[in-house]
């Protein structure tokens, strides 16, 4: 799905005239011309003989007799005649309109036309006028995009690029059993200034000039003190319940992004205008929750762990560390998987048929048209799965049905743990029959085996880095790739 737009992209096949003999016959009288323009530009012209629709037309017309039930006729005798003067012109119109639709179904999905998006229709103002009185032939004409031609390179054996591996330290083991000690710890509000671990609970109100706008924007919120920004958090480490700071809100905590600030702190809605909004906010603390680490006992590291799994606070470090080092393996497959994405789409030169996709894409009059802006992020995310495409034939991957139900089934268990079998097998089945769902659950499986496939192949290169070091290297990525 790209920006609310299915697009149909094909596996790669030659258009020749074996190909065409085959996709003719398969359609029995129904004629099929295709011109090329050019090497990313067709036409199709489709003309539906009345044959083809005649025996289908004959079929409902006579199902309305069966079940027609009009006065002075008993039922299922109405003359035939009767039949078509009342629904002749409609049924005809649905005996052309499914042959159509089977046939525009069948060359969007078939390999051998190897088309981009689907078929426009030339001169819709000017369709063909169906007389039931008068059975003839009918021509519709279509603009075909066609997938570019390239050649697939940078996933070779002599292909290397560099993965990163996060050194997990002792400082890094600390934090982590911190944070255990924490979230199993006691809260309770505290009269005290803010320190580390606490969290600050504030009401904030727009200003101008250093004062609060009457009509200004506010809210309601709460953040760590551990996360606060240099700039802030030495102000804040001498206030308590009832003081007030003034803050750019972008910069209070330290490693959020903008969108983030307006969804989670300024709470904005989808729809709200910030243009005539400021960003500097007079915060009020109305409460700070201190939390009393949990003591490390065996209550902890059953809660933590699981009953019996760990037994000493040796055992539980060694359990966080592996933790660590399996977390962090898989952010750098993840950051080595969008990395690779970015150089191939860089390297290889997919042209896309620009004018048609225009045309198609704005076709819809009650939906705006794309900004130049869109169309640049279709362009892009159009380009990356064409070339997936390529890398998934080359890889020979494939998604299995039972890959779709545990796909299903995980996410499930992520949100509703203690959910029963027959509950869980319903919804699961029940999200299977979602054909939006499961486009979403084979992208994700498809990606997941292909990028682990190309692991496998290309040579790695580890470079060793510290868990700051990783994260500047994520956010340069999330810049480059915004």
């Known amino acids: 799905m790209l920006h609310g737009v299915w697009v149909r992209v094909p596996p790669p096949a030659l258009f020749g005239i074996n190909s065409i003999l085959h996709f003719l016959l398969s359609y029995i009288q129904m004629r099929l011309e295709k011109r090329q323009i050019d090497v990313l530009n067709a ?8 044959d083809d629709y005649l025996g289908e037309y004959n079929t409902q017309l006579k199902d309305y007799q069966k079940k027609s039930q009009l006065k002075g006729f008993r039922k299922g005798k109405t ?3 009767v039949i078509k003067k009342m629904y002749g012109g409609a049924v005809m119109q649905e005996a052309v309109s499914k042959i159509l639709n089977d046939e ?15 078929p426009y229709l030339i001169d819709k103002e000017n369709l063909p006028e169906l007389d039931h009185k008068n059975p003839l032939d009918y021509t519709y004409k279509f603009e075909l995009g066609l997938e570019p031609e390239f050649e697939l390179v940078g996933v070779s054996e002599s292909d290397s690029y560099d993965i990163y591996e996060v050194e997990v330290s002792k400082e890094m083991v600390d934090d982590e059993m911190m944070s255990l000690q924490r979230r199993l710890g006691e809260q309770e509000p505290t009269d005290e200034t803010a320190g580390d671990g606490d969290v600050i609970y504030v009401s904030g109100r727009e200003l101008y000039n250093g004062k609060i706008l009457s009509q200004g924007y506010s809210t309601e919120f709460s953040f760590s003190y551990d996360s606060t920004s240099d700039t802030y958090k030495k102000q804040l480490s001498s206030m308590k319940q009832g003081d007030t700071i003034d803050v750019d809100i972008y910069q209070l905590e330290a490693k959020m992004e903008p969108s983030m600030v307006e969804k989670y702190l300024l709470k904005l809605p989808e729809d709200f205008d910030k243009s005539g909004m400021g960003k500097e906010f007079r915060l009020e603390i109305t409460k700070i929750i201190r939390v009393t680490p949990a003591e490390l006992n065996q209550e902890t590291f059953d809660k933590s762990f699981g009953p019996g799994e760990v037994n000493t606070e040796a ?5 966080v560390e592996d933790h660590l080092k399996d977390y962090y393996k898989e952010e750098s497959n993840k950051i080595f998987d969008r990395t690779l994405m970015e150089t191939l789409m860089d ?5 896309l048929p620009e004018t048609f996709l225009q045309k198609w894409l704005n076709q819809d009059s009650d939906r705006p048209e794309m900004t130049e802006e869109e169309f640049d992020g279709f362009k892009k995310e159009l380009k990356w799965r064409i070339i997936k495409k390529k890398l998934v034939e080359k890889f020979e991957v494939r998604v299995e049905e039972e890959e779709i139900f545990q796909y299903f089934v995980s996410a499930i268990r992520r949100y509703s743990p203690y959910m029963d079998e027959a509950a869980l097998k319903n919804t699961v089945f029940s999200l299977m ?10 992208e994700t499986i498809s990606s997941t085996k292909l990028f682990s496939s190309i692991r496998k192949v290309v040579k790695l290169n580890p470079k060793t880095t510290d868990k700051e070091k990783f994260y500047e290297i994520v956010n340069n990525l999330n810049k480059k790739t915004a």
Not at 347 to 351: A, R
Not at 434 to 442: G, H, L, S
């Open 315 to 319: 055992e539980a470090r060694a359990k």
């Open 79 to 81: 003359p035939l005649t």
């Open 347 to 351: 390297t290889h030169q997919v042209d």
């Open 43 to 50: 036409e199709l012209t489709l003309i539906i003989e009345k």
């Open 433 to 442: 029959k979602n054909r939006e769902q499961v486009n979403t659950a084979v």
């Open 104 to 118: 525009l179904t069948k060359i969007i999905t078939d390999d051998e036309f190897n088309i981009i998006g689907e």
